[in-house]
């Protein structure tokens, strides 16, 4: 699983360019989201750089930081949300999807995630958050649930032919015009970002 994680991330990071309205952005929760990111990634391209041999770390270290990473940052992510539901474009301008990004990255706690989805989806109806990045937490969550997803955005790479394929769908025959309003391209684009 932790294969698919890396990988999904990294191959995507999407940035949207559409703010919601023209409202002073938050600069101290901005900065906060940008740490919090940085420390995200940090310990996943460790992991890209230990696959090429390139790492300082060896594996044992890099899951242990990553997960310490990841379990402060869930931390400071339940934290931003009490304080200010969810941080839409308005609010945390392009960091906003960074911090979904953090939010992903919550597996240990489906409930949390389901929260912050719930939260997103009343942002997104007012253009202040991305449809792309709610699909992302959707199906993610789905997946968590051991449940079919939606829009085919949680993968698996076979470690031996190294086709990537979706997890399980729930409606395959649906998954592109599902994924079109979401403003996400075909699942079969979206796949070849994997190899």
């Not at 999807?97 to 995630?113: L, P, R, S, T």
């Amino acid at each position: 699983m932790k294969i698919i994680i890396v990988t999904l991330f990294s191959s995507l990071i999407i940035l949207s360019k559409s703010y919601a309205q023209t409202v002073k952005h938050d600069t101290v929760l901005i900065q906060k989201i940008d740490s919090m990111f940085k420390d995200d990634q940090l310990w996943r391209k460790e992991y890209f750089k230990l696959q090429k041999k390139e790492s300082q770390y060896d594996e044992e270290t890099i899951n242990r930081k990553w997960a310490e990473a990841d379990s402060l940052n869930e931390i400071k992510a339940k934290t931003i949300i009490k304080q200010y539901g969810y941080p839409g474009y308005s609010l945390a301008g392009e960091k906003s999807d960074k911090f979904w990004a953090i939010v992903q990255h919550c597996d240990d706690d489906i409930a949390f995630q389901e929260k912050v989805l719930a939260l997103m989806k009343t942002e997104v109806a007012k253009n202040n958050a991305g449809k792309e990045t709610y699909a992302l937490l959707t199906d993610r969550v789905l997946v968590n649930k051991h449940q079919k997803q939606i829009y085919g955005t949680q993968v698996r790479t076979d470690p031996k032919t190294h086709k990537t394929t979706p997890l399980p769908l729930k409606y395959p025959k649906k998954a592109d015009a599902l994924r079109k309003k979401m403003g996400m391209g075909p699942l079969r684009e979206y796949l070849k970002l994997f190899n």
